[in-house]
């Protein structure tokens, strides 16, 4: 079945501008997370969805950054007032909810966000 | 707080030979600890996971890891390695009692294979 996927693969934005990254889960997947990776560092948390609400968002850096997720399917990263210091590559993966499995996530290809 | 460690910032192996690459973690729970390897231009992809269980699990691409709780260490392993493993790897924890939770990853051990 198809995977995790993630557009625009790449981004390039102006600094102050406002950009959506988009994710959509593998079907029937109900857990969702958000992930950004830096230049030679590993992924870091940023957001986690369990269905249609955000269950953790204590890595979401500051109120510019915000995501939503409103039908538990597909889900918008927005960034606004974009700053040199966001881009990065951002991750998407997803696994299955409480007691439907093991917790394995399954990542996206991401999207590389560059601010100039 | 929850944090992985990966001592190896840059690894350089020849072909053929073994190959270690060493995680340690720190974690309140029961951890669920896994391995990711990442190519240039890539995502992530999942080599092997310990939720519990047999401590020596095995993996896709000949990969192994062992489960070390008395060490905190869930250390990689391959007997022989092929110039296309040359690749990023990722150590990461989450939490096992918590279901779904966000992984912690490490930084990353970069796997270099010379002839």
């Known amino acids: 079945g198809a995977g995790v996927s993630q557009t625009p693969s790449n981004k390039v934005t102006e600094k102050g501008k406002y950009v959506e990254l988009r994710c959509d889960p593998i079907?029937?997947?109900?857990?969702l997370y958000w992930y950004r990776q830096s230049l030679g560092q590993g992924p870091e948390f940023l957001i986690y969805?369990?269905?249609?609400?955000?269950?953790?968002d204590s890595g979401l850096p500051n109120d510019r950054f915000f995501a939503v997720r409103p039908e538990g399917s597909v889900s918008t990263l927005k960034i606004q007032r974009t700053e040199r210091g966001d881009s990065a590559v951002y991750l998407c993966a997803s696994s299955q909810g409480p007691g439907q499995g093991d917790y394995e996530q399954y990542f996206g290809p991401g999207t590389r966000l560059t601010v100039t | 707080a929850q944090s992985v460690t990966q001592p190896d910032i840059h690894i350089t192996v020849s072909e053929g030979a073994s190959l270690e690459l060493r995680c340690n973690y720190s974690?309140?729970?029961?951890?669920?600890l896994f391995w990711y390897v990442q190519s240039p231009g890539q995502g992530l992809q999942l080599l092997l996971k310990y939720f519990s269980g047999d401590t020596l699990v095995q993996g896709i691409k000949g990969f192994e890891a062992e489960f070390k709780r008395s060490q905190s260490s869930f250390n990689l392993r391959k007997p022989s390695v092929h110039w296309s493993d040359a690749a990023e790897y990722f150590c990461?924890?989450?939490?096992?009692?918590?279901?779904?939770?966000?992984?912690?990853f490490g930084k990353g051990t970069r796997l270099s294979v010379i002839a």
């Open positions: 990461a924890v989450g939490g096992a009692n918590s279901g779904n939770t966000p992984l912690v």
């Open positions: 974690y309140g729970a029961t951890p669920y």
């Open positions: 079907s029937g997947h109900t857990a």
């Open positions: 969805f369990q269905g249609t609400g955000a269950a953790d």
